[in-house]
Structure formats: C-alpha cells, structure tokens
C-alpha cells in the first residue's frame, strides 16, 4: 500500500508540473484556435530566465527570500519571449490558413532551443536585446505624449514615421559612441543622451515632414523629443545593466545540463509521512498548481479582463463590435500562459537540480496531451488532465509488468493515452466549450 501512496505522490507532483504547462495551451486555444508548439519553449526559457536572475544578483546564496525573485526573473523572461512571439510570427498570420502558424509553431520551437544552446554563454547578444527594448520604450512614451490614432490600417506607418524615425536616431547615437568607446564613463553617458534625444528629434522631426501628405495624424515636436529622450535614456540603462552586470559574469555552456539552484526550505531533505516520501521541491509543485488555479480562475469570472477573454473565445467578430479590443484579449492570453509556464520551469528546476535547452520540447508534448486529455480549451480540464496524466505515468511506471513496465516507457504510455483520447474521446474528459456560432 505504502508503494501505491509514493506513486500517487509521484504522479501528482508530475501532473502538476504537466498542468502548469498545459493551461498555457488550453488559454491560447480557446482565444486563437491555434496549439502553439513552441509553448514548451516558453517553459524552458522560464527556468533560464530563473538561473539568470540568481546568476546575476545572487550567486552562492540559498535564502528562502531569494525565490520570489527568481520566479520574478522567469515570468519577465517567459512573458517577453510570449509576448514577442505572438506579435511578429502568430499576429500577421492570424488570418493565414492554419497549417502556416502551426508549422511557425514548430519552426520558433527550434529557434528558440537552438538559440539558447548557441548564445546563453554569450552575453554579447543581450546588447541587440537592449536595443530593440530601447527602441520599444522610446516608441510607446512618444505614442503616449503624442495621444493619436496610430493604427490606421491605410495611413499607420506614415503615422508613426515620426517617433520611429526619433527613437532610431536616438539608438543609432548609442550604437556609434559605444564603437567609438566602450568605457562607461560619465561623458560617455551624457552624450548618449544629449546627443541622442538631439539627433533622434531632428530624424523624426524630417520623416514627418517628409511623409506629411500622407499620413493622416501629425505627430508634434514634444512627442518627437520625448520618444527619442526615452530611447536615449533606455539605450543607456541597458548599456550600465551590460557593462556592469551581464559582462561581469562567467555564464555555463547552455549545450550540457547546468545546475539549478538549491534554495532553503524547498529544497532539502525529503519528508517522510507514514512511509512516503515526499519532496520539499513536490510540494511546492503542487502548491503553486493550487494558487495558481484559484488565481486564474479568480481573474477569469471576476475581472473585466477575464470576462473580455471569455467573450472572444466565444466569437471574437462579435466582442470587437461591442468595443473589446481583441488584439489585446489574446496577449494577454498567450502572457497568461507564459507566466504558469515560468512557474513550471522552476519548479521543474527545482525538482531535477539541472535544466538545459532541451527540456521543453519533450515537457511541451506531454502537456499538450494533458490539454487534449481533459478537453481542449477548457483552462479547468487542463488542470485535470496534466494531473491525471501524472498518475498514469507513474502507476504505468509502477504496476504494468514484463517488458513494457519501467521508467523508460512512461513517455510511451503517455502518448498512448493520447491515441485513445483522440479515437474514442476526442473531446477530452471535460470536453471544450463549443459555441454554435452563426
């Protein structure tokens, strides 16, 4: 009986972690119709987010306290890689047939993992980062001071000449002085900021002037200079963050495992109740499974939000005429699901000791089944689904006897159950919410 109980242990704490992952799926699904592939990815770049983050600030230290931190660091990494990817690869696509984000699906999937092998020992790649994030800063505080329409299907990108001329005339300052001196120095930053908030509004100010005739809104001078001052001031905190941080650090190979960090409290010794064992990294496993149902189910029914996602799941046509902002709706739908994605990649972390580029791929199939499992679309079969899907894998471990029993054929087991979902239920254990649309 005490063998039962571990594996039950066992199979919660895994379906936990395939559940988190699995809400991700489910959330997208039911905004967008479209499994993203490189979901799994997401997860991944989540722990590497959380290692960066105790790399970074708290190298060698193991307090409890620290952990929050770092589960911060995850969701900033996961969200962003989210958030990027729906706006360049699944938005211009949103009215393609669905195979062509299915197959970017898997084509950002391998990007992501090949990038992570090749370039997370080299921070060099972080100063493009910074700039784009300069460029994104500048953008935003100048569309907010400028206070227009700037998504004028016919007119938009004469509309944004402007400001998209001032913040890249900010950046390119930035780019020309480090070339000139790479030394942080007082001078150094003056000039970035003087220099590029000067030449960044004089760049704007000429490609209104140029696209006048055709655009439709006329961006002034204050929002000009306040989007190149804001990209200017932008480029030089990612220059301080490069020179004094990120460079300072000798980063592990991303193509071998690397060490996770141990941290107080959750990690440790493992308890043992009445013969079981159970892992301080299980429980909090388990535990952020629970907080972070109840909180997603809270923002769900209870916010303005949440009942903005539930309306376009239903029909996005229809919520756009009754003034939703559908764009929104579905970012906020793949950062959601980024950011139970970060939580998992700690946990996996925490768990396993080690994470590496790889893990997400395998992880991301057997959430995807645990999504179709319990139904999916439907964020609460999601949730049954990863945790039923745990507990096959470790009793399949456990009790199927002979040749086809052990550990090296939980993975097949899984996706066994897959194949018969799929041919005999394919509506999954919950079932999706389908509405007849007319």
């Known amino acids: 009986m005490d063998q039962f109980f571990q594996q039950l242990v066992n199979g919660l704490t895994l379906g936990s972690l395939y559940a988190l992952i699995a809400v991700g799926y489910t959330v997208v699904y039911g905004i967008v119709q479209l499994i993203n592939f490189a979901h799994g990815e997401v997860f991944m770049i989540g722990a590497f987010g959380a290692l960066t983050t105790y790399l970074l600030f708290f190298d060698g230290k193991t307090s409890l306290w620290i952990l929050p931190i770092m589960i911060i660091g995850a969701i900033l990494a996961s969200v962003g890689t989210a958030v ?31 990038f992570v092998r090749l370039f997370y020992e080299r921070p060099g790649w972080t100063l493009f980062a910074f700039a784009f994030a300069a460029l994104g800063v500048g953008y935003y505080v100048g569309a907010r001071v400028a206070k227009a329409e700037l998504n004028h299907p016919v007119s938009k ?14 950046v390119a300052v930035w780019v020309v002085v480090r070339q000139v001196d790479s030394d942080l120095t007082a001078v150094m930053v003056a000039l970035v900021i003087v220099g590029g908030a000067v030449v960044g509004t004089a760049i704007g100010w000429l490609a209104g002037l140029v696209v006048r005739r055709r655009a439709r809104t006329e961006i002034k001078i204050q929002a000009i200079a306040a989007a190149a001052a804001a990209a200017a001031v932008a480029a030089v905190v990612g220059w301080v963050l490069f020179e004094k941080l990120i460079s300072s650090i000798t980063w592990p190979s991303a193509k071998q495992r690397i060490p996770f960090p141990q941290i107080d409290v959750v990690t440790g010794t493992a308890f043992d109740v009445g013969g079981v064992t159970i892992q301080r990294s299980a429980i909090f496993t388990m535990a952020a499974l629970a907080i972070c149902a109840a909180l997603l189910w809270f923002f769900i029914n209870r916010t303005r939000l949440g009942r903005g996602m539930q309306a376009v799941s239903q029909d996005p ?23 139970l994605a970060a939580i998992a990649g700690v946990s996996q972390g925490l768990q396993n000791n080690n994470i590496d580029f790889r893990m997400g791929f395998l992880a991301g199939l057997k959430a995807f089944t645990a999504a179709v499992l319990g139904g999916i ?27 086809f029993g052990g550990s090296t054929w939980k993975d097949v087991w899984a996706f066994v159950i897959l194949i018969l979902v799929l041919v005999f239920r394919p509506q999954g254990l919950l079932g999706a919410r389908v509405v007849d649309r007319a």
């Open 84 to 114: 990027a990817m729906e706006r360049v690869a699944y938005r211009p696509l949103r009215n393609a047939p669905r195979l062509a984000p299915l197959i970017t699906a898997i084509g950002i999937s391998v990007f992501l993992q090949e």
């Open 377 to 403: 679309g439907n964020v609460y079969g999601a949730v049954v689904g990863g945790l039923v899907l745990g507990v096959i894998e470790a009793m399949a471990t456990q009790y199927i006897p002979g040749q």
């Open 317 to 339: 046509d229809t919520a756009r005429l009754m003034g939703i902002n559908v764009d929104r709706i579905i970012v906020v739908a793949f950062a959601l699901g980024a950011v």
């Open 157 to 170: 990108w004469y509309d944004r000449a402007a400001l998209i001329g001032a913040v890249v005339g900010a």
